[in-house]
């Protein structure tokens, strides 16, 4: 065998280890080492993100946003998307923000994260639902039914929805947003028909709020689930299933507007 | 000594399992550039977009709903919720953690390979450099030659850590020369954070610091070079040990194997960790990857995987020096 193969071969190997020597002895000092250094973090938002072909939906929200229930995972959000794709050449963008378990207050908390923010900027339209698991607390409101604390509740649920969409429509003054109103879940148990009348109370609050702001639509699915709720709800029998996300979708579907 | 270890160089050389390592390297990066091709095309899809904000966004929030489900262990919501915190670092900051290009690629295949597939590359050469002059029966003639047997094997143990030291080399050259022709060859000054640290309340962000990929890769590369060197002294010592050399890499692939395994779940089992094939991902603490086993940090991994190495360092020359060869 060729003699300077073998000894070029050699040095190649000694350079490397001795590279990978190098390498090894700085990450432990970068390790245990080395100041850090203030790393600025962003909040503006400097260049005003670039609006693209097609349409853009954020949707935020809580578990209906994310479609829990609907044994497809689509939601109201998923089918809702499909009609749209049917009835435009666009292309659709999704953006889905929707948190399982959200209360008003945490979304007051995520709109104004700054790539969000940045994603409502850019958007077209967007949906909103909210209030649910400020009101019904999984289930556990209905038990401890006070009309003191349902107050206080709304009024909280009320401010903190007014500051969301102040955000909404500073960041985009342009985009249609449909807040999408509660129904009752519990309206053929027991307590149901008081329950009723809450929601209905608090729906309205909500479409007054909305109707304070520029294009915020409010979107009722009260009635959707009045009569016969159990067949719209999933097995939990508190969120839609399959069929109750398409009348919510189909019902936003009626609003849209190109 | 240079004599002995040219002579070993030229057996290693003329054996062509460098080149045989260097095949399978190639092919199996070609298979993960696709499939990460296809990964990025496939999210590209789906979301609509190519903007990285979007889609860490994205995967922040279904991090969110995942820790909001009750039906996920403690534990695995202790981690989801430190990935959480950090893909909400990088945003806030407005870094990409995976800046596209080879370099990337790169940095991502040294993060996965460190465990498993290295060392595995290292086994090949590793088992087989003593055991082999018994099997072909050269053991005598080098042994008769008028040179201390430590001599010996000092000199193969030294042609391994070339050896080691050219396969890490083989790994990073082809990963970055294959990726490239779909990814791009530019991102070595993409910035990336390290210096997250993992404690009980979650992740710590106080210690953060910039710095430039290609210093992260140095790092990576050196960290990945010591795993490698301390499997394959292992190695080296089984081959010592076990005349057979499939026994011996039988022996080293399922200690590889069950600490693969077991780092997944040895959270309970508090002293697994004095064992080596768990401390084998030191990338893990440079990117802030919870460690399998709380309490673990750099240097005690890193202190672990030397006394294991030197114990086996010890025990091959202790060996080597004083049996009978027949």
Not at chain 1, 59 to 77: F, M, N, P
Not at chain 1, 192 to 218: C, D, T
Not at chain 1, 227 to 256: C, M, Q
Not at chain 2, 165 to 174: D, P, T
């Amino acid at each position: 065998m060729n003699k300077n193969v073998i000894r070029s071969v050699t040095m190649v190997s000694v350079f490397f280890c001795l590279l990978w020597l190098v390498g090894l002895g700085w990450a432990v000092a970068e390790y245990y080492g080395g100041k850090p250094e203030k790393i600025p973090e962003k909040t503006k938002i400097e260049k005003k993100a670039e609006k693209k072909d097609g349409l853009h939906i954020v949707a935020i929200g809580d578990s209906l946003t994310r479609g829990t229930g609907d044994e497809t995972g689509k939601g109201y959000v998923g089918v809702l998307m499909d009609e749209i794709k049917e009835k435009t050449k666009q292309d659709v963008q999704l953006t889905n923000l929707g948190i399982s378990g959200q209360r008003s207050d945490q979304l007051k908390e995520q709109i104004q994260q700054t790539e969000v923010k940045r994603q409502i900027q850019t958007a077209d339209m967007i949906l909103v639902t909210m209030g649910g698991n400020d009101l019904f607390r999984g289930g556990q409101g209905l038990l401890e039914f006070k009309e003191e604390d349902i107050a206080e509740i709304e009024k909280k649920f009320l401010d903190n929805m007014n500051f969301i969409f102040q955000q909404i429509r500073t960041s985009n003054p342009k985009a249609n947003v449909f807040f999408i109103g509660l129904y009752n879940p519990f309206s053929d148990l027991e307590e149901g028909k008081e329950m009723s009348k809450v929601v209905r109370h608090w729906n309205y609050q909500s479409a007054e709020l909305s109707a304070a702001f520029p294009k915020i639509v409010f979107v009722p699915t009260f009635d959707l689930f009045e009569l016969k709720v159990n067949d719209y709800l999933y097995t939990d029998k508190f969120h839609p299933n399959k069929k109750g996300y398409r009348l919510i979708a189909e019902r936003v579907a009626s609003l849209l507007t190109w | 000594m240079n004599k002995l270890i040219q002579n070993e160089m030229m057996k290693l050389i003329a054996k062509k399992r460098l080149i045989v390592i260097a095949i399978i390297i190639g092919i199996l990066v070609a298979m993960f550039t696709y499939a990460q091709f296809k990964e990025v095309e496939r999210q590209r899809e789906k979301l609509g977009t190519d903007d990285w904000r979007t889609m860490i966004q994205q995967t922040i929030i279904d991090q969110q709903n995942r820790i909001s489900s009750a039906r996920i262990s403690d534990e695995w919501k202790q981690q989801l919720q430190i990935a959480l915190q950090q893909n909400q670092y990088y945003l806030d900051h407005d870094i990409n953690p995976s800046e596209p290009g080879a370099p990337t690629f790169m940095r991502i295949f040294l993060e996965n390979s460190i465990e498993l597939f290295i060392p595995l590359m290292v086994m090949v050469i590793a088992s087989d450099i003593v055991s082999s002059e018994h099997s072909q029966g050269s053991i005598k003639l080098l042994l008769t030659r008028p040179v201390k047997r430590w001599k010996v094997l000092l000199s193969k143990y030294i042609t391994l850590a070339f050896a080691i030291s050219l396969i890490v080399a083989i790994a990073g050259i082809l990963s970055y020369g294959i990726s490239g022709l779909v990814f791009g060859y530019k991102g070595w000054g993409a910035p990336v954070l390290t210096g997250f640290s993992v404690t009980d309340a979650g992740l710590d962000t106080a210690g953060v610091k910039l710095i430039n990929q290609w210093q992260f890769l140095l790092m990576d590369f050196g960290l990945v070079w010591f795993v490698a060197i301390v499997v394959g002294t292992l190695s080296f010592m089984l081959s010592v040990l076990i005349r057979s050399t499939a026994a011996g890499m039988g022996v080293m692939l399922a200690a590889l194997i069950s600490g693969a395994i077991l780092s997944n779940m040895v959270s309970s089992w508090e002293s697994a960790k004095y064992f080596f094939m768990v401390n084998l991902k030191l990338t893990n603490y440079m990117n802030g990857n919870p460690p399998p086993i709380e309490g673990m940090t750099l240097s005690f991994s890193m202190l672990v995987l030397l006394v294991w190495w030197a114990i086996g360092l010890f025990v091959s020359f202790l060996v080597f020096t004083k049996k009978d060869v027949y």
